[in-house]
């Protein structure tokens, strides 16, 4: 079983940056993709970003792609996520998920269900 740890939310001030951490444990012995998702109050669940294992192949959503960055370090079988120009829009719980044998396509952003590990989910409040 693999579990996911999120850490880093809380609040950010509009026009500032945040930085977002998932650490995964557990028995993994293939390679796998991670990816951050999104979702706000009364919305459908939105992906970010993912990324493989070895720090490669990132995508990013088309509508954040100017404002995040995604980086995995392997050894830490941790992925980040950074946001840059924090808009309100962006407050939500932000999700990290763990997908094996798989790597990172940006059509995948658009389906959750294709990630069977998820996080707990890291609040994000943005204040004015």
């Known amino acids: 079983q693999v579990q996911l740890v999120e850490s880093g939310g809380g609040s950010v001030q509009s026009g500032g940056s945040m930085r977002l951490s998932c650490t995964a444990s557990?028995?993994?012995?293939?390679?796998?993709?991670m990816a951050w998702f999104r979702q706000a109050p009364g919305k459908e669940r939105e992906g970010v970003a993912c990324i493989d294992d070895d720090n490669s192949g990132a995508r990013r959503a088309d509508s954040l792609r100017e404002r995040v960055a995604i980086s995995f370090d392997n050894a830490k079988k941790t992925v980040y996520l950074e946001v840059n120009r924090v808009v309100p829009e962006d407050a939500a719980i932000y999700y990290c998920?763990?997908?094996?044998?798989?790597?990172?396509?940006?059509?995948?952003?658009?389906?959750?269900?294709?990630?069977?590990?998820w996080g707990p989910g890291t609040q994000v409040t943005v204040s004015s």
């Open positions: 557990g028995y993994i012995d293939t390679y796998y993709q």
């Open positions: 998920a763990l997908v094996m044998k798989t790597y990172c396509r940006l059509p995948h952003l658009s389906t959750p269900s294709k990630y069977p590990f």
